[in-house]
């Protein structure tokens, strides 16, 4: 079983960035898939970006070109650079992981979870 610590979070400006990190322990790494769920206030939990453990990688609409998502499998660690950044990118972003389902983007497809971070982004 793994676990997932997200780091990085924060206060941001419109226009800068910030990178999260997801340490993950307990499990071979290279063998799970890995997303980033943003939980913004008043809306639903979004998938906003994943890798996947066979390559390739996932971006919603409301982040692509500005979200780069990257895995380091020697550190155990996932990341995500945010660029750019929007006030609509407030909210608490989750990593999730998933070893057995893959390519999939529901919220609800992910079976691993951490706390979560807290960003704000100000305009």
């Known amino acids: 079983q793994v676990q997932l610590v997200e780091s990085g979070g924060g206060s941001g400006q419109a226009g800068g960035s910030l990178r999260l990190s997801c340490a993950a322990s307990?499990?071979?790494?290279?063998?799970?898939?890995v997303g980033w769920i943003r939980q913004a206030p008043g809306k639903e939990r979004e998938v906003v970006s994943a890798t996947w453990r066979s390559g390739g990688s996932f971006y919603s609409g409301s982040v692509k070109g500005r979200f780069t998502i990257s895995r380091d499998n020697r550190k155990n660690t996932v990341y995500l650079q945010m660029n750019t950044l929007k006030p609509e990118d407030t909210g608490v972003y989750y990593c999730?992981?998933?070893?057995?389902?893959?390519?999939?983007?529901?919220?609800?497809?992910?079976?691993?979870w951490g706390q979560g971070t807290q960003v704000t982004v100000s305009s």
């Open positions: 999730a992981a998933e070893q057995y389902r893959d390519y999939v983007v529901r919220t609800d497809s992910w079976s691993y």
């Open positions: 307990g499990g071979t790494f290279s063998n799970y898939n």
